[in-house]
């Protein structure tokens, strides 16, 4: 259970591609604490964590048209 509510989706990569019909293509991204993370000011410095959970990602052409996958932190 994660300290705060995070955003319910939030952009971490982006790459514009074009593919051709009936073509495969295989894309890469590399997602870190660094995207997974949060800043919290709840002590008395600000502080960035990557909490442990479960995470949903998803790829696609449109946010209504995409496919997930889950990933989790430990």
């Known amino acids: 259970m994660a300290s705060i509510a995070p955003p319910v989706r939030r952009l971490v990569a982006f790459e514009r591609r074009t593919i ?26 600000p502080e960035f964590v990557a909490e442990p959970g479960l995470f949903r990602l998803h790829v696609g052409a449109t946010l209504t048209s995409t496919q997930a996958v889950e990933l989790r932190v430990v």
């Open 20 to 45: 051709e019909p009936g073509r495969t293509a295989v894309f890469e991204f590399e997602i870190g604490p660094d995207q997974l993370g949060f800043w919290t000011t709840t002590g008395a410095t």
